[in-house]
């Protein structure tokens, strides 16, 4: 989270009434606690947030580091709380939100946008809704819709869960297309997307951790497991033989997981 505020704070976008959301997930939403002591440096404001809105979003606007928060949902009761109280949060449609057919959807007007994933491959395409297994864990959101349309798109995620990488020589699943992504935050460094040489030329001068995709691909092969073919369909066999998958599950997967998981 930490880095990933450095990113926002070091992107040329990081200037007064920049827009900004968050996605769900947990390293995604504790950016929104980090970005204080930048605003506060610059003396910026954001013009609106919006997304996932939780409670440290919610004291931003208190404090006056937001103008506005724009509530397509709320992830918590503070948040909700918020939208009763405060006059400058307030709900907007999923329509004013990212209908493709609407020209003023908000996805659309977004610098920033803090997203997490399951998995991304060496052409930053994100997955988001199945895991290596094949099998569907989640849905994707506004995971797309808010990547094609910001400025400056950001993946934050661990190098490893577990035993699995998250950089992947392929994804599962293509939720959000590499053309859409721009940065990947991991604790390990920093990958840009090589399409953006904007933002590798600001990071590289503000001496931020940055590696190349390959090179986090490499470290979370050293760190995690890896399985040849044969050696997953042995895993998926034992997992459906256990209960934790059906007949019905391992069939959609091929009978095994994506040769490197």
Do not use: W
């Given at each position: ?7 926002i704070?070091?992107?040329p976008?990081f200037k ?19 970005l ?5 440096e610059?003396?910026?404001r954001m013009?609106?947030a ?5 409670q ?9 580091f ?21 006059p ?23 610098d ?23 099998v ?8 797309p ?12 995620a ?17 939720t ?15 990958a840009v ?12 001068e ?12 490499e ?7 890896e ?5 997953e369909?042995?895993f998926?066999a034992v997992?459906?033989a ?19 998981v």
């Amino acid at each position: 989270a930490e880095y990933c505020a450095r990113v926002i704070a070091k992107a040329p976008f990081f200037k007064d009434g920049f827009s900004f959301q968050t996605g769900g997930g947990g390293a995604a939403l504790a950016v929104n606690r980090m970005l204080r002591p930048y605003l506060e440096e610059k003396n910026i404001r954001m013009g609106f947030a919006i997304g996932g809105i939780t409670q440290p979003m919610c004291e931003l606007l208190e404090e006056g580091f937001v103008r506005r928060i724009v509530d397509a949902q709320c992830f918590d009761a503070a948040s909700v709380k918020s939208v009763e109280n405060d006059p400058g949060h307030f709900e907007i449609s999923t329509s004013e939100y990212a209908n493709p057919m609407n020209k003023g959807a908000y996805v659309n007007r977004l610098d920033y946008v803090v997203l997490g994933a399951l998995e991304i491959d060496l052409d930053f395409n994100v997955n988001v809704v199945t895991g290596s297994d094949g099998v569907v864990r989640g849905a994707p959101g506004g995971h797309p819709d808010t990547s094609a349309g910001s400025n400056c798109s950001i993946i934050v995620a661990p190098l490893l869960r577990s035993r699995i990488p998250t950089v992947c020589d392929r994804v599962v699943t293509v939720t959000t297309p590499g053309e859409c992504v721009d940065v990947l935050v991991t604790d390990y460094g920093i990958a840009v997307n090589p399409l953006r040489q904007d933002l590798l030329g600001a990071f590289r001068e503000a001496g931020l951790p940055l590696k190349t995709i390959e090179e986090l691909r490499e470290v979370s092969a050293e760190l995690g497991l890896e399985l040849s073919p044969e050696k997953e369909a042995a895993f998926m066999a034992v997992r459906t033989a256990e209960g934790e998958l059906t007949e019905q599950q391992l069939d959609a997967t091929g009978g095994g997981a994506h040769p490197v998981v």
